[in-house]
Structure formats: structure tokens, C-alpha cells
């Protein structure tokens, strides 16, 4: 059974720091991307950052860009997202995502239950 399961939300002030984690179980992590996702309120769900499945490549979203770093350990089969110099305009629920095609070309699309990331003095 597939889990994806995030931590280290809540509440910072602008300009502070938080490091959001998502253990992953159920799949062979090192064999796929991992994406972090998220969604203010009343808006639709964006994509912040992701990582290729071996941690050489990120992508990330312009509004995010040197701010936050996406990274992973293999071996622990989590990946991170360390966010710094966070805005009021960063406050959203995050979610970690991943998804593949297997066997006969099913789809496998998973995301964990989401992270509350509140911004605010």
C-alpha cells in the first residue's frame, strides 16, 4: 500500500524557515520523481518544486525560486523541502505527489494527506 506521509508544517513568521517532510512506503522510491505541490485557499493547486528520482535534477516554480530547496534520501525514502525566507504569500497546504506508469501502461498517481504552512506575524 502506497503512503506518502508530510510533516513539519505550521506557523512562522516572514522571513523564517521551516523543512517539510514526506515519507514515502509502498513503492520503490529511488525509482521515481517526487513533487511538491500546494494550494492556497480559494485557489487551485500549484507546483512548488520537484526532484528527479536519483536527486540530480530540480525544478522549481518561479515564485519559489531561491527560497526553497527540494532534495531526498534514498535511503530513507523521504524527500524534503526546505523553505526559507517564507512570504504571507507562501501560506498554503502542501502535499507531496508522485506518479508513474507501469505494467501495460497503468497509471500510478499518489499524494499524501497535506501540510498546513501558515505565513503570517
Known amino acids: 500500500q502506497v503512503q506518502l506521509v508530510e510533516s513539519g508544517g505550521g506557523l512562522v513568521q516572514p522571513g523564517g524557515s521551516l523543512r517539510l517532510s514526506c515519507a514515502a512506503s509502498?513503492?520503490?522510491?529511488?525509482?521515481?520523481?517526487m513533487h511538491w505541490y500546494r494550494q492556497a485557499p480559494g485557489k487551485g493547486r500549484e507546483l512548488v518544486a520537484s526532484i528527479t528520482s536519483a536527486g540530480g535534477r530540480t525544478n522549481y516554480a518561479d515564485p519559489v525560486k531561491g527560497r526553497f530547496t527540494i532534495s531526498r534520501d534514498n535511503v530513507r525514502n523521504t524527500v524534503y523541502l526546505q523553505m526559507n525566507s517564507l512570504k504571507p504569500e507562501d501560506t498554503a497546504v502542501y502535499y507531496c505527489?508522485?506518479?508513474?506508469?507501469?505494467?501495460?501502461?497503468?497509471?500510478?498517481?499518489?499524494w499524501g494527506q497535506g501540510t498546513q504552512v501558515t505565513v503570517s506575524s
Open positions: 505527489h508522485t506518479a508513474w506508469t507501469g505494467w501495460q501502461n497503468t497509471k500510478y498517481d499518489y
Open positions: 509502498g513503492f520503490t522510491f529511488s525509482n521515481v520523481a
